[in-house]
Structure formats: structure tokens, C-alpha cells
């Protein structure tokens, strides 16, 4: 087939229906009609067509979710209709009496409710012209937000385009942003890894979330959404809001499914009451039910107050939180060796369960709280994670309560804590803590680690729990008898294990640096350390300097890497591990003599300006070869400054010092000389 523009404009355009369709069924309806690879295969094809043809690219495509520039600020926008807050009501009474203010307002009007689940996430507006996503904004103070247009294109259940032929020209739709119970937990386990601070509840992740000037961290917060109302500027084309809710499930838009339809106020008030319980089966927080008025043509009668609507109102659940008082502070160390202070309560009951425990996350927010031992405090549930201490209720004290002190040892294994500038979490470092020993040995005996091959959870359940090892230099005092003796644990399974463990003595030493699991050492990392200090009595050697000078270490790095040299359990386990002929870097240190004239041995290098023939890490990696080793800054100890295009101040202070300066040309003669 000949394609003219015509035609390419139609198979893209094709193809974009065909995405959106399935966007639909697979974000909103939950019913995928296709696999996940032929999805893919989908988006690479209109991707390539797009990348084909820019001049058809539309800020409507599927391609177009994600990619877009940080802003610099969020600018301020008006909302079409305001946005006004709900009343509230917290009992059965005061919803009979809403029922009656209306029917005096009304009177002899048959009245039906609408009752949805009241979303805790964050309110949003969007506004479409001619079907295509135009703008988002913020509640805001209901009657100015901001305009987050580009984060809300992030989210995969909000359309950029909407279905169908009749689309009203333009259409302003109002909803909640959300996160799900499961994505927070997963997000706060993942910020806990990397030791920055938690999210309360999901509602302030989902807010913070929305609320990002890079549209890049927003997309990996895996946010959702429902719809629950719509603005018709041209007027009105429905008689009740039943009928709103399923235009707008049809062109596009994802409808909470547990909408109620009653007949009267009491029929509003017991599905109201069914859901007090049933929230906690929910993936997502609801803190209350909405009643709203059926009638579209009542609610224009009723019309609203300066704040709310007096059609509609917000059932609120009773609250989540409830005061205790802490009997005691224990630290739990964690697989990774974080010290987490966990408050031990007088039992409670919150949301259904009995809870006797709540994190206090870190000694900062301890200090932050001023919370002591025998304060009485208000815990709460925050998104089915273990819950917390929201605050004290300094009142109630009495004088006898007791400031807790963060030990200085790890209550596991006895070894020095460490916390490390600028860092929340105190953590233990030995390779011999009890606490992190399973999590350690599954590290180390990963792929990019020593790769021992055979060497799965479960064994490695086993082979702790029996106390067949305490750390993992002793993989390699293991008998083979000892792997018999597990369960499920064949005679061939056995030796291919001892095998796997026997094969890994050979692994290269930037793979044993990083099967040891030091804080922030990476795979990466790992090569760029032995890059310089190629053997492990060379590293063990080292000061925080001299690790510093290197490109791509930063501080916290080096700091890490000298408190974890300094443990003398780890300097124990290093020295079983030598006698086991665990390769220590002399093996690749051979071959690199024999492979290399060692010319720039002792030598330390610094580059400057960009290079034609070369990126910085092959020059790196060539010095290293060479003998020498490239550090990040000019000093009286550098002896060649290699420069390149617009070399910067390291150029004119290498000048100053008298420096050596050779540009790349005389670089590549020197190494291909030797």
C-alpha cells in the first residue's frame, strides 16, 4: 500500500483509538481483551509512526502520558463552576435532618438519594474541549487551584481524549485522586530503603504525588482515580445524576462501582452503616459516604449557601484514632540493619483490631514529637501499615515519663550503630548481626554478587534456622552432609550447590565488594572502587580522602565503605574468606601485569573538557590499566591533566601549579607507545 498524508494520518490515528480502547478496558474496566505484549507491541508501532511523522503528534496521544519538562511552578487557575465543600454529618440523626431541611425547602417533591463512597485523596478538576484533555487543576480554595496539567496526564484512568462522536464542546469533570493501600505500603517500604522520609497515609502521598514539578516522579507513583460529577456549560442534557455518572462511565471516565441508589433517607443512612466495616476490605481509604439529592432539576431548585451545596452532604465515619499510653520503646533492626524505635502500648482497639504496637519511624521524629516513655498519645492507622503515633497529649503527663535514648550498640548482635551525616536511620553494619543475616546471604550469593546458583530462600531459611551458618563466610565451611540433611534436599541438589559455592571463589573481586552488601555500593560502584584499589587489602587501606578524589563517589560512599571496613566482625569474616582462597583482586591483578606495561604506576590523573574519541570512563578504566588512577580535583599530588573542548577551571589552575597538561591526541600516544 502507497502512503499519502492522508493515509499516515489515518493509521495513526487508527492506532491511537485502538490504544485508548484498551487503556479503557484494562485502567477502568479492570477487562484486558489483550495480552500485555501485544499492548506493547501497539505503543512501539504508534511510537515509531509518530517518531516518523512529528507533524501528527497530538498532545492527545497515548504516547504522550509521560516525557513531559519539569515546571518550574505551578501557575494559578480559575475554576469554571466553583467547587464547593460538602456539610457534614457524623450520625444517623444528623442525616434525618438534612432529609428534613430539604423536604421543607421542597415540599411534596418525591425525593430518591444517590449514596457513593467519600474517596480520601486529593480533589481535582478537568477540563475538556472537544473531547481532548485540556487542563487539570487543584481544588485549591474552591474557587482558584493549580493548574497540574501535566502530572494529571500521568495518570493512566483519567482520558487524554474521550470517546464517542457527540461530545458537548466543552466539559468541565470533577474527581479524586487516589492511592492505593497497596502502592502506599510499597511506596514507604521503598522510601524506607532508601532512608528518606515516610508518607502518614495515603492521601498525603497521593496529594504530595499530584503535587510534584517533575511529571516523571508523579507516573511512578502508580496514582488512580474516580469521577463523581460533571459541569455542562451548554446546558443540561440529563434528568438525574444516575444518568451523569453513566454518560460518563461511557465516553471515558472511571466511576466508583459502589453507587447506591435509595429511595428515601433511610435506605441513604443503612448502606451508609453497612460500609463502616466494609471499608477495610477496600485496596483504597474512604473516610465517609455522600448523599446527594437524585434530581438535577431539585438540586437547581435547592441551590447551595455560600460553602456547600444543600443538596448533598458528607456522612463521616467514626474516627480512626484513639489515645493510649506507651509502657515501653524497643528498637527492631530490620533485614538491611535499620534501627527503627517501635512504641509498646496498652492495647487498643482501632478499625476492627487490637493494636498493642506503633512505628515511630526514627529518633528524629521521636525528638520532632518530644515523645517519651509512659506519655499517653494518640495512635492512628495510616493506610493499613503498622500504625502510628500521631501526637502527644502533653496534659496528661505526669512527670514520671522518661526520654528515650537510641542505643549506640545494636540490640541484635552488639555491634557499633552508625548514622551517617545527614541521614534519618541509625544503622548496624556487621556482617554478623542475626537480625540482617538471611537478607545478607541471599545478596550475597545473587547474580551480580557470587552467583551461587541453587542457593534460594528457602535453603537459605534452612540452613540459618538449623545454625548451620552464622555470616556468610561460612557458605564456605558448609559439608556436603550438611546440605543432605535439609529438607527436600537431593544427593545431585547438594552437590550442585556445593559445586555453585566451590565455582564462586572465582568471581572477580568488584563482585565479592559488592556481595557484601555495603551500604550504597553498587553494582556500578563496586567496578568504579576496584577501578582504583584493585585489590581488597589495597581498599581496607584507604581514608575517606582518598576515596573521596574518586569520579562518581560521593561522600556518603566513602563514608560508608570506611565504617564498614572498621567493624572488626567484618575484618574477621574478610580474613576467613581470604583463607578459603576467595579471590581478593590479586588474581585479576596478575593478569593485568601481564596484560600491560604498568606506565602510569603511582600517577593520578585529572580530565577536564570533552573528548572526541573517548567517554570519561574508558579513559578511567585505560589509566587504571596503565597503574594510575584518575581523581576529581587539581591538586599539588596530580602529575598530567588530560584536557579536551572548553576545559574549565581545572585547565587554568593545573596551569597555576605548573601541571603537566596533554590533550587527547598526546594521551593516545602515550598509551599506544608502551
Not at 191 to 207: C, D, G, H, M, S
Amino acid at each position: 500500500m502507497t502512503f499519502n498524508s492522508n493515509n499516515i494520518k489515518n493509521k495513526i490515528e487508527k492506532l491511537r483509538e485502538e490504544i485508548r480502547y484498551h487503556n479503557y478496558r484494562y485502567y477502568v474496566l479492570d477487562d484486558p481483551s489483550i495480552s500485555d505484549t501485544e499492548y506493547d507491541q501497539l505503543m512501539k508501532e504508534l511510537m515509531e509512526w509518530e517518531k516518523k511523522y512529528p507533524q501528527y503528534l497530538t498532545s492527545a496521544s497515548p504516547t504522550q502520558r509521560v516525557g513531559i519538562e519539569p515546571v518550574p511552578e505551578f501557575t494559578t487557575v480559575q475554576h469554571i463552576t466553583p467547587m464547593l465543600s460538602l456539610a457534614n454529618a457524623f450520625s444517623s440523626e444528623e442525616l434525618r435532618a438534612f432529609d428534613q431541611r430539604i423536604k421543607k425547602l421542597i415540599p411534596q417533591q418525591k425525593l430518591d438519594y444517590v449514596i457513593e463512597l467519600k474517596i480520601d485523596g486529593l480533589a481535582v478538576a478537568l477540563v475538556y474541549e472537544n473531547g481532548i484533555l485540556v487542563r487539570g487543576a487543584t481544588r485549591g480554595d474552591g474557587i482558584t487551584g493549580e493548574e497540574i496539567t501535566s502530572n494529571i496526564k500521568t495518570i493512566k484512568t483519567i482520558p487524554l481524549k474521550l470517546f464517542g462522536d457527540d461530545l458537548p464542546s466543552h466539559l468541565e469533570i470533577y474527581g479524586e485522586v487516589y492511592m492505593k493501600k497497596s502502592d502506599f505500603k510499597k511506596l514507604n517500604e521503598d522510601r524506607i530503603k532508601k532512608e528518606e522520609y515516610l508518607f502518614a497515609n495515603p492521601r498525603n502521598a497521593a496529594a504530595g504525588s499530584v503535587r510534584q514539578l517533575d511529571p516523571q516522579i508523579t507516573a511512578q507513583r502508580h496514582l488512580d482515580t474516580f469521577i463523581y460529577q460533571a459541569t455542562f456549560p451548554e446546558g443540561p442534557k440529563f434528568k438525574n445524576h444516575i444518568e451523569v455518572l453513566n454518560y460518563l462511565k461511557k465516553i471515558g471516565f472511571k466511576v466508583n462501582p459502589h453507587i447506591q441508589l435509595g429511595q428515601d433517607i433511610e435506605e441513604a443512612i443503612s448502606y451508609c452503616q453497612e460500609w463502616i466495616e466494609k471499608r477495610e476490605d477496600l485496596d483504597y481509604e474512604i473516610d465517609g459516604m455522600v448523599i446527594k439529592v437524585n434530581s438535577l432539576r431539585l438540586r437547581e431548585e435547592l441551590g447551595s449557601t455560600t460553602r456547600s451545596p444543600r443538596w448533598a452532604i458528607a456522612y463521616k465515619f467514626p474516627a480512626q484514632q484513639v489515645t493510649t499510653k506507651i509502657r515501653d520503646i524497643i528498637v527492631q533492626v530490620g533485614r538491611t540493619g535499620a534501627l527503627t524505635p517501635v512504641a509498646m502500648l496498652d492495647p487498643v482497639k482501632i478499625s476492627g483490631s487490637v493494636v498493642q504496637r506503633a512505628t515511630l519511624h526514627n529518633e528524629d521524629e521521636i525528638r520532632r514529637k518530644d515523645i517519651r516513655i509512659g506519655d499517653t498519645v494518640l495512635v492512628q492507622k495510616a493506610g493499613e501499615v503498622i500504625p502510628e503515633v500521631v501526637k502527644v497529649i502533653k496534659e496528661k503527663r505526669t512527670g514520671k515519663e522518661k526520654e528515650f535514648v537510641m542505643p549506640s550498640k545494636c540490640p541484635v548482635c552488639g555491634a557499633k550503630v552508625s548514622r551517617l551525616e545527614g541521614e534519618v536511620v541509625s544503622r548496624c553494619n556487621s556482617l554478623t548481626c542475626l537480625a540482617q543475616l538471611k537478607e545478607r546471604i541471599r545478596h550475597f550469593a545473587s547474580r551480580n554478587a557470587m552467583d551461587i546458583e541453587g542457593l534460594g530462600p528457602a535453603i537459605i531459611d534452612q540452613l540459618v534456622e538449623n545454625g548451620l551458618i552464622k555470616n556468610v563466610s561460612d557458605l564456605y565451611f558448609l559439608k556436603r552432609d550438611d546440605l543432605i540433611s535439609l529438607e527436600r534436599m537431593a544427593e545431585k541438589s547438594a552437590d550442585n550447590l556445593m559445586n555453585a559455592i566451590e565455582k564462586s571463589k572465582n568471581r572477580s573481586l568488584a563482585n565479592l565488594i559488592y556481595g557484601l552488601g555495603i551500604r550504597y555500593v553498587g553494582v556500578h560502584t563496586s567496578e568504579v572502587i576496584t577501578r582504583y584499589f584493585p585489590t581488597l587489602d589495597q581498599l581496607r587501606k584507604i581514608n575517606l580522602e582518598e576515596l573521596i578524589e574518586i569520579n562518581e563517589i560521593g561522600p556518603k560512599i566513602a563514608e560508608s565503605v570506611i565504617l564498614f571496613f572498621k567493624e572488626k566482625e567484618n575484618l574477621d569474616i574478610m580474613e576467613r574468606l581470604r583463607s578459603v582462597d576467595l579471590n581478593f583482586g590479586q588474581k585479576e591483578e596478575k593478569k593485568r601485569k601481564k596484560k600491560r606495561v604498568q606506565i602510569f604506576t603511582g600517577k593520578q590523573f585529572v580530565l577536564t573538557g570533552l573528548l572526541k574519541d573517548f567517554t570519561r570512563t574508558q579513559v578511567t578504566e585505560i589509566i587504571g590499566e596503565l597503574g594510575g588512577r584518575v581523581t576529581g580535583s587539581v591538586s599539588k599530588k596530580t602529575d598530567y591533566v588530560v584536557v579536551g573542548e572548553d576545559p574549565g577551571s581545572k585547565y587554568d589552575k593545573a596551569q597555576k601549579l605548573g601541571i603537566t597538561i596533554i590533550n587527547e591526541e598526546e594521551f593516545k600516544k602515550i598509551i599506544t607507545s608502551e
